[in-house]
């Protein structure tokens, strides 16, 4: 599986979670719990619909989420931040 950080992720990344190392780490915690299932209940995968339909989310924290899609054998991370913030 490769991850891959689309531009739009990279931008809100250091905007929105470079600047609270917690939440950094926990980032870095749940992307390593990701890559190796991402099905884990604690990262409360699921599908998006609506004007998001065709990506999927997970949980970070309890308001921090990443918005990610498949790609064949990539996963593309998309967004990050609140939930306000990315949906």
């Known amino acids: 599986m490769i991850v891959i950080r689309h531009s739009h992720f990279r931008k809100n990344y250091q905007k929105r979670i470079l600047p609270h190392p917690i939440i950094d780490r926990k980032f870095e915690e749940k992307l390593r719990l990701f890559i190796q299932n991402p099905k884990n209940p604690e990262l409360k995968n ?13 949980s ?4 921090i989420r990443v918005i990610y899609r498949i790609i064949g054998d990539i996963i593309e991370l998309y967004d990050i931040g609140s939930h306000n913030q990315v949906y």
């Open 46 to 58: 699921h599908k998006l619909l609506g004007p998001l339909k065709g990506f999927r989310v997970f």
């Open 60 to 63: 970070v924290t309890g308001d």
